[in-house]
């Protein structure tokens, strides 16, 4: 009922920057918070970071002060803006969305996920 298209990944060197963008559509009534999750190879999904409605954020230890979330309630987008890459920052990313519907039923969507690999 809501679905989420996430862009923006790719292969870029350490120290180099991405920025990803994702989009909700469907049948969206109130989206409470959107955030970006990760998981690496062998690894478990992990949250990056995260914003509500009202703006409040929450960063993973390991990316603060290099990543900065942002949200348009407006149109229904999240973004993650992604600096100073690190190797380890290699993993597919996603893109969650979590609120209510239309029906006024609760919602808790992922994306596709985007690739973002950190190498040189």
């Known amino acids: 009922q809501v679905q989420l298209v996430e862009s923006g990944g790719g292969l870029v060197q350490p120290g180099g920057s991405l920025r990803l963008s994702c989009a909700a559509s469907?049948?969206?009534?109130?989206?409470?918070?959107m955030g970006w999750y990760r998981q690496a190879p062998g690894k478990q999904r992990e949250l990056v970071a995260a914003?509500?409605?009202?703006?409040?954020?929450n960063y993973a230890d390991s990316v603060k002060g290099r990543f900065t979330i942002s949200r348009d309630n407006a149109k229904n987008t999240v973004n993650l803006q992604m600096l100073s890459l690190k190797p380890e920052d290699t993993a597919v990313y996603y893109c969650n969305a979590r609120g209510l519907t239309t029906s006024l039923l609760s919602y808790d969507s992922w994306g596709q996920g985007t690739q973002v690999t950190v190498s040189s």
């Open positions: 469907g049948s969206i009534f109130r989206i409470n918070a």
């Open positions: 914003i509500t409605s009202g703006g409040d954020t």
